[in-house]
């Protein structure tokens, strides 16, 4: 069963080496982005999830355990993500500069991986709700259409509880004439976002276009590889080197992009009336659906427990019977 989405095409993700944790004034992840490349589309070894769904689930408060996870996934890099200031990424100390625009070092406060982190857990909750509903006839809560959003430069992030959007007067209409001065551009941006979006379904899908569509354009380094078939022959042998090979390869530095590759995907299955996302059977957990084979478990895991669960179940509920 292949887990590679549409538009990954041949990516890789490059991983992260020499990542620390420091905890000088907040937690933050310190390293670098190494040479070694994976495949961030295939199942994660230790959990049988998606790199989508391993994030979505990665317990940030065990901080300790982050630098290794960072080694083994890739990092987040948030100083590539316009949805935060980037003075606020900034070292404590005077003499520790890291330039933010670094193609390789990066410096990533565990308070903006929690924000991106809200943001994908939230997009898997919205696939598996608007499957439920337009293929399964489940139920639709307008609410779900009016997440909290915290806006940034470019695009915006899913807020806490208590986020701007919480109030259903942030999702009111504004006066457009005040949006001519830039003291004025997250106010722009937001109406930007929210033009024309409603409660339903329809302006929930929009909705998730529009805050997908700035993770699908971060930076990537480019490879092209022009050879023969048969490298280790003559290249002017004819009859031995083959015909003429042209590789064309991506590598992206920062795991949110294939992450959103992925939550594309889902959103993209809904739109041609397939399962994009669901909610694990066992663990109750909103998971991406890429195959219709894979569509009620996350994982084999939970789909082994379940059928443990149920099968416990039966020999009591016939030991009761027969006690009777």
Not at 105 to 115: G, N, Q, S, V
Not at 124 to 145: C, I, M, T
Not at 194 to 208: I, K, T, Y
């Amino acid at each position: 069963m292949s887990t590679r989405p549409r538009f990954a095409a041949d990516g890789v993700l490059r991983l992260s080496v020499e990542v620390a944790l420091e905890t000088d004034r907040e937690p933050v992840l310190t390293g670098r982005v190494g040479e070694q490349t994976y495949d961030p589309f295939g199942r994660v070894a230790s959990s049988d999830l998606l790199l989508v769904e391993e994030f979505a689930r990665l317990d940030l408060s065990a901080a300790r355990s982050l630098p290794a996870w960072y080694e083994q996934h890739g990092a987040v890099r948030v100083e590539r993500s316009e949805a935060f200031d980037h003075d606020q990424l900034l070292p404590p100390r005077r003499g520790e500069y890291t330039p933010l625009w670094s193609p390789r070092l990066f410096r990533d406060p565990l308070r903006f991986i929690a924000a991106e982190q809200r943001s994908v857990a939230w997009h898997l909750d919205a696939l598996a709700r608007l499957s439920e509903h337009l293929l399964a006839d489940g139920p639709w809560d307008p609410a779900w259409a009016h997440p909290p959003l915290d806006i940034g430069r470019s695009h915006a992030t899913i807020a806490g509880p208590d986020g701007p959007a919480a109030d259903p007067a942030w999702w009111a209409e504004d006066d457009a004439s005040e949006q001519t001065s830039r003291a004025h551009h997250r106010k722009r941006t937001r109406l930007r976002l929210l033009a024309g979006l409603g409660d339903g379904p329809g302006s929930l899908m929009e909705l998730q276009r529009r805050l997908i569509s700035p993770y699908l354009f971060g930076v990537a380094d480019y490879h092209l590889r022009l050879g023969w078939t048969e490298a280790d022959a003559e290249p002017t042998d004819m009859a031995q080197r083959g015909p003429l090979v042209v590789q064309y390869t991506r590598s992206w530095a920062t795991l949110l992009t294939p992450v959103y590759v992925q939550i594309l995907e889902g959103l993209r299955r809904i739109s041609e009336s397939e399962r994009g996302g669901a909610f694990c059977r066992e663990c109750g957990r909103p998971f991406l659906v890429l195959d219709a084979r894979r569509a009620y478990f996350c994982n084999d895991r939970e789909r082994y427990r379940n059928a443990a669960r149920l099968r416990r179940q039966r020999l009591g509920a016939t030991r009761s019977a027969v006690e009777e």
